[in-house]
């Protein structure tokens, strides 16, 4: 049984950071690409950030310089780690996996909350 467990989430300050885990079982970690997505209220999920197991990355351009995607490939744990966090950034994080081949996300975690204030 595959289970993505996310952790981390919070409120913040705007200007703040935070680091977003997700710890993977019950599947070969290094045959999946790993990904962030993010819905905040009245908005549809969206794309954030995605990491192969062979280290390359790719972000939505509006994280870009702010978030960073990182593996630890060993600890089968995805990381998402969050500067400078604004309003925009208030969502529900969920944590996918997906076969590296394909741009599809075949299993999800159940989400973390991130709240940024003024």
């Known amino acids: 049984q595959v289970q993505l467990v996310e952790s981390g989430g919070g409120l913040v300050q705007a200007g703040g950071s935070l680091r977003l885990s997700c710890a993977a079982s019950?599947?070969?970690?290094?045959?999946?690409?790993m990904g962030w997505f993010r819905q905040a209220p009245g908005k549809e999920r969206e794309f954030v950030a995605r990491?192969?197991?062979?280290?390359?990355?790719f972000y939505v351009n509006s994280v870009k310089g702010r978030f960073t995607i990182s593996r630890d490939n060993a600890k089968n744990t995805v990381y998402l780690q969050m500067n400078s966090l604004n309003l925009e950034d208030t969502a529900v994080y969920y944590c996918?996996?997906?076969?590296?081949?394909?741009?599809?996300?075949?299993?999800w975690g159940q989400g973390t909350q991130v709240t940024v204030s003024s």
């Open positions: 996918a996996a997906g076969p590296s081949s394909s741009s599809l996300y075949t299993y």
């Open positions: 019950g599947l070969t970690f290094s045959n999946y690409a």
């Open positions: 990491a192969k197991w062979s280290g390359s990355t």
